[in-house]
């Protein structure tokens, strides 16, 4: 994948939906975690491939099957591109190690429960 998105000289950005399939065999976490961090750094000046190629903006994660919801990655330009993680409201969860961060770390990022939803969630009061 990367070296087809190298040579995508009129593509300047693009988003991932990593969706994986339920598949016994297949742990998506650990195609997630390997799929970002390789991905991250295409089109940027830390990218290892030549031509840069298009730089990835953001990253979903999601399964074909029923899931409580996965935070995701955006690439935050105000903060010089580094990568930011986001729960399914878009309410900020903290930020990305970056190429440091274990398959522990980044599991643990993405079900990071939302402090602002936790809040949100715990204040109703619906009445039946």
């Not at 990568?83 to 309410?91: A, P, Q």
């Amino acid at each position: 994948m990367r070296e087809q998105l190298k040579h995508m000289s009129n593509v300047k950005t693009f988003t991932l939906d990593a969706k994986a399939l339920g598949d016994p065999l297949w742990n998506p976490l650990w195609i997630w975690y390997h799929a970002s961090q390789s991905l991250k750094m295409l089109g940027t000046e830390y990218s290892d491939t030549v031509p840069r190629g298009p730089q990835l903006t953001g990253i979903t994660f999601s399964l074909d099957t029923w899931s409580p919801g996965e935070n995701y990655l955006r690439r935050d330009e105000a903060s010089g591109g580094q990568w930011v993680w986001y729960c399914m409201k878009n309410h900020l969860i903290g930020i990305d190690m970056g190429a440091d961060m274990t398959v522990r770390e980044f599991c643990a990022k993405l079900y990071q429960e939302c402090s602002i939803c936790r809040v949100d969630e715990e204040g109703d009061t619906t009445v039946i």
